[in-house]
Structures are given as structure tokens and as C-alpha cells.
């Protein structure tokens, strides 16, 4: 009996998933990670095109004094302007644009 109950001990072993090659679980988790951050900066990289290509498609802006970066749907805008009416214009555009989350305005008044 002593010897039967070991063999089957041993062949439950080594039939184990954890011992046959599958991942682990942190692994497992590691990888899904890595996935949803590298999709996360795949949608950020879309926003922030979208934005550019909403701000130069509007004339009355001038799009190459703001710097957009996104984070997780959330757009940090930053640059110069003459007037308040133009940041509110810039800051209007963005908040139309798909899978813009949240604006952080760090737009700010040139000085005369």
C-alpha cells in the first residue's frame, strides 16, 4: 500500500499545472500589466493626436505654442498666450475631442 500511494503522490506531482510549465500567477499578472499599460499608451498616443490635429485645425489658434501630453485620458496642455479668450478657445476644442477625460489647463498670459 505504501509504495502504490507513493507512486500516485509522485504522478499527481509532476501532473500538477504549476510544475507542467504554465505560468504563475504573478507572472500571469506581470504580463497582463504590461499589456495594459502598453494599450493604455497606445490610447493615449490617440488622443493626444486627436487633440493636435483639433487645435490645428482651427486657424484662430496657433497650435505650435501648446504642448499636449496624455496620461490615462487625462490632457496636460501647456504654452502662452496673448489673451484669456484664446486659452478658453484652446480649452474649449480640447473638451470636444473623443476620449479626452480631463483638461489640465497650465496654459497661461504672455506678459507685455
Avoid: N, Y
Wanted: hydrophobic letters at 45%; one cysteine or more.
Amino acid at each position: 500500500m505504501k509504495i502504490r500511494t507513493g507512486w500516485l503522490l509522485l504522478g499527481a506531482m509532476l501532473s500538477s499545472p504549476l510544475l507542467g510549465g504554465c505560468e504563475m500567477p504573478a507572472e500571469a499578472t506581470a504580463r497582463a500589466r504590461q499589456a495594459a499599460a502598453a494599450g493604455m499608451a497606445g490610447r493615449d498616443a490617440a488622443v493626444t493626436e486627436r487633440v493636435e490635429i483639433a487645435l490645428r485645425s482651427d486657424a484662430a489658434i496657433q497650435a505650435d505654442k501648446i504642448a499636449v501630453l496624455t496620461t490615462k485620458g487625462d490632457v496636460r496642455l501647456t504654452g502662452r498666450f496673448d489673451s484669456q479668450d484664446q486659452i478658453d478657445r484652446v480649452i474649449a476644442l480640447v473638451r470636444g475631442v473623443e476620449g479626452v477625460r480631463s483638461i489640465h489647463d497650465e496654459l497661461t498670459l504672455s506678459r507685455p
